[in-house]
């Protein structure tokens, strides 16, 4: 029996929450292996397949899962992962959300949904709940609590746009 | 995973990139987007992996005559596309629309289904059905109607080619289309598809095409029955008798979402609720 040459490894070049970074990898690695091994444990283990979501990250401003793109292919790009969105004391209005409503109950899937969330405020500021249901379909929660993680998400846009009205409003004066 | 990977290369030109292809025996060299599915069991033998993002092969581009889709254009852009969604009754965005992730959307390209021919999600079929082809580019440029490209599970019938571009002919005026799929949930992979297009005129049939595909080992075209319904009358009971064809007509799978003999049935259902449908009839459930 042949066994296959290890792959080569090679250093990776990313900003990662806004952190220029110079990681050392294999190259057959997935940037989940790499960002865990980086201690990046807000990318979640779910499946490891692409079904699940929990390892949901932002390459250059898309969501992907990070267990299914390949690490070199992120070489120069930016990553943001959940612990990016905001800081302690100063949290992005989805993890408020999050937190004001209780939508996390065991908390794995809540990473990856909360990015999933941006992705769709980005791009649309006022989702119906259908257009919110769609946009996580690619998340699963086995703790099955769904319903309060639209409402924390319905509740992110609602604040989120009124406090762009008040900046507009403040602009206008 | 993909332990015989030795090279990861991300050429910038069209021509550095197929020879990069091209340099391996067949299946050792894969071109690849960026993302991976490990259900793509082409992947696992690959030494060289060939990413294709940085070639400028990212667009969707409207002509007169046809709408072209750059290989490596994500399936979320065909979502997003306003010439998409205008295009054959927005057939293709409610194709798109069947990868239900957002996060797959933005990361799998048209060519990374197309090539692993992926079951799970209905573009395919409704790209054949609206006559689409591929430009591919190995020893010289050539172009491939996608009935004719898909040699089995998983399988192509290209050799260390490079998928460049997918070109659609904008359907002709009173072109009907519809999409039916049936699964146990939305984001679920279809027991089985279809995706049609029917131009009526003067009550007739003038041309239809037939698409089926999540059930069988990969998508194919009803062109038979296609030639058959021609010049029939837009009537329920001729599109029952063709979607009854088309189920004798295909070859599905057995596997844990239901038998062959149950996809042989649904199908017949689906497409003649399709045909009824994309000919202006009505909802025919």
């Known amino acids: 029996m042949t066994v296959a040459a290890p792959s080569p490894t090679m250093e990776l070049h990313v900003k990662v929450n806004g952190e220029s970074k110079t990681f050392t990898t294999s190259l057959n690695k997935s940037i989940f292996d790499v960002l865990r091994a980086e ?5 979640k283990n779910g ?3 692409g079904d699940c979501g929990s390892c949901a990250i932002m390459l250059d401003g898309r969501p992907i899962l990070a267990c299914c793109v390949m ?3 992120c070489e120069g790009m930016e990553i943001l992962t959940c612990a990016g969105l905001g800081r302690a004391g100063d949290l992005h209005p989805l993890q408020t959300a999050f937190l004001d409503h209780g939508a996390a109950q065991c908390g794995f899937c809540t990473p990856g949904i909360l990015i999933a969330a941006k992705y769709l405020l980005d791009q649309n500021p006022k989702p119906t709940d259908d257009e919110i249901r769609a946009a996580l379909a690619g998340n699963l929660c086995r703790c099955t609590g769904y319903v309060k993680i639209i409402d924390a998400v319905r509740d992110a846009a609602k604040k989120m746009n009124g406090k762009k009205k008040g900046v507009t409003k403040r602009a206008k004066r | 995973m993909l332990e015989k990977l030795q090279e990861y290369v991300t050429p910038k030109t069209i021509p550095e990139a197929i020879r990069l292809l091209r340099a391996q025996p067949r299946g050792s ?9 490990v259900h793509w069991p082409r992947l696992q033998n690959a030494r ?3 990413d294709t993002s940085r070639l400028g092969l990212s667009y969707i581009r409207e002509t007169k005559t046809h709408l072209k889709i750059g290989a490596a254009t994500p399936i979320e852009d065909i979502v997003q596309s306003k010439a998409c969604a205008r295009f054959a009754g927005g057939l293709l965005r409610e194709a798109a629309l069947t990868l239900v992730s957002p996060m797959r959307r933005c990361e799998t390209s048209v060519a990374a289904l197309i090539i692993n021919v992926a079951r799970t999600i209905d573009l395919l079929p409704a790209l054949m059905a609206l006559d689409g082809s591929v430009v591919v580019h190995g ?3 050539r172009s491939l109607a996608l009935r004719d490209l898909f040699a089995g599970k998983g399988r ?10 997918v070109v659609i002919p904008k359907p002709k005026a009173k072109t009907g289309t519809a999409l039916e799929r049936h699964a146990l949930t939305p984001s679920d992979a279809p027991m089985l598809m279809t995706a049609v297009t029917v131009r009526t005129a003067r009550g007739k049939v003038e041309q239809a095409t037939i698409a089926v595909g999540g059930g069988l080992l990969f998508p194919m075209r009803a062109l038979k029955l ?3 319904i021609k010049g029939k009358p837009v009537d329920m009971g001729v599109f029952a008798c063709i979607a009854h064809g088309v189920g004798d007509h295909i070859q599905p799978i057995n596997d844990a979402r239901c038998s062959a003999d149950h996809r042989r049935e649904v199908c017949r259902v689906l497409v003649r609720r399709a045909l009824t449908r994309a000919a202006g009839l009505g909802d025919a459930r």
């Open chain 1, 39 to 43: 201690g990046y444990v807000d990318v």
């Open chain 2, 48 to 50: 060289r992996f060939v």
């Open chain 2, 139 to 141: 020893t010289s440029k």
């Open chain 1, 47 to 49: 499946c490891l397949v």
């Open chain 2, 156 to 165: 192509t019938v290209l050799d260390r080619e490079l998928l460049l571009e």
């Open chain 2, 226 to 228: 296609e030639k058959e």
């Open chain 1, 71 to 73: 690490a070199p292919h």
């Open chain 2, 29 to 37: 060299a894969v071109a690849i987007n960026g993302s991976i599915d």
